[in-house]
T-cell receptor, first 117, second 115 residues
Framework: AQKVTQAQTEISVVEKEDVTLDCVYE???????LFWYKQPPSGELVFLIR??????QNEISGRYSWNFQKSTSSFNFTITASQVVDSAVYFC??????????????FGQGTILTVHP | DSGVTQTPKHLITATGQRVTLRCSPR?????VYWYQQSLDQGLQFLIQ???????AKGNILERFSAQQFPDLHSELNLSSLELGDSALYFC??????????????FGNGTRLTVT
């Protein structure tokens, strides 16, 4: 079975601080995809990034960066110089082709990030 | 804007009733997925349709059913509603049937409140 754990339930930072959201996953699939989604207060789910299990290169997009480490089954997300607009719930998710997991995203419980001015 | 349209935005109904949630996928997307988000269960996959056919099933109750029509819009029917069905219901779409590999684009959700 697939499982995603986001150990941090809530994080509170002051604007311009860097913040890292942790994500640890479990899967028996050798090929799988990892995702991060953002859910702002307005409620929609916004896709941020997809990473496949064969690509361990770190990725940077503006103030966002992602660190994928297969050896520790982690896919952490860092926001540099956080801003108030980054306040949201962030979800890490996993998908793979195996068995009953086919076609679905398994989400972590989410991390509530609050950035104070 | 993800391009996925869900209606209605809010729905308030009583226990025992039946409701229908509607979803229009992004233009060109053939797959539609339904997810339920509740405080106790988090985000749970319910069901996937690809080009009109059921492709994968998750934790969907027997009281719930879905279908995808020839124009690719989808409906999620919830019947014999219980208080515990109160949740945010998301529809998502993707280009291919391989939902496990494609990024899903989510609609804004329908917030269902059962009283």
């Amino acid at each position: 079975a697939q499982k995603v754990t986001q150990a941090q339930t809530e994080i509170s930072v002051v604007e311009k601080e860097d913040v890292t959201l942790d994500c640890v996953y479990e899967t028996r699939d050798t090929t799988y995809y990892l995702f991060w989604y953002k859910q702002p207060p307005s409620g929609e789910l916004v896709f941020l990034i997809r990473r496949n299990s064969f690509d361990e290169q770190n990725e940077i997009s503006g103030r966002y960066s992602w660190n994928f480490q297969k050896s520790t089954s982690s896919f952490n997300f860092t926001i540099t110089a956080s801003q108030v607009v980054d306040s949201a719930v962030y979800f890490c998710a996993l998908s793979g082709p195996g068995g009953t997991s086919y076609g679905k995203l398994t989400f972590g419980q989410g991390t509530i990030l609050t950035v104070h001015p | 804007d993800s391009g996925v349209t869900q209606t209605p935005k809010h729905l308030i109904t009583a226990t025992g009733q039946r409701v229908t949630l509607r979803c229009s996928p992004r233009s060109g997307d053939l797959s539609v997925y339904w997810y339920q988000q509740s405080l106790d269960q988090g985000l749970q996959f319910l069901i996937q349709y690809y080009n009109g056919e059921e492709r994968a099933k998750g934790n969907i109750l027997e009281r719930f059913s879905a279908q995808q029509f020839p124009d690719l819009h989808s409906e999620l029917n919830l019947s014999s509603l219980e208080l515990g069905d109160s949740a945010l219901y998301f529809c998502a779409s993707s280009t291919t049937g391989q939902g496990w590999a494609s990024p899903l684009h989510f609609g804004n959700g329908t917030r269902l409140t059962v009283t």
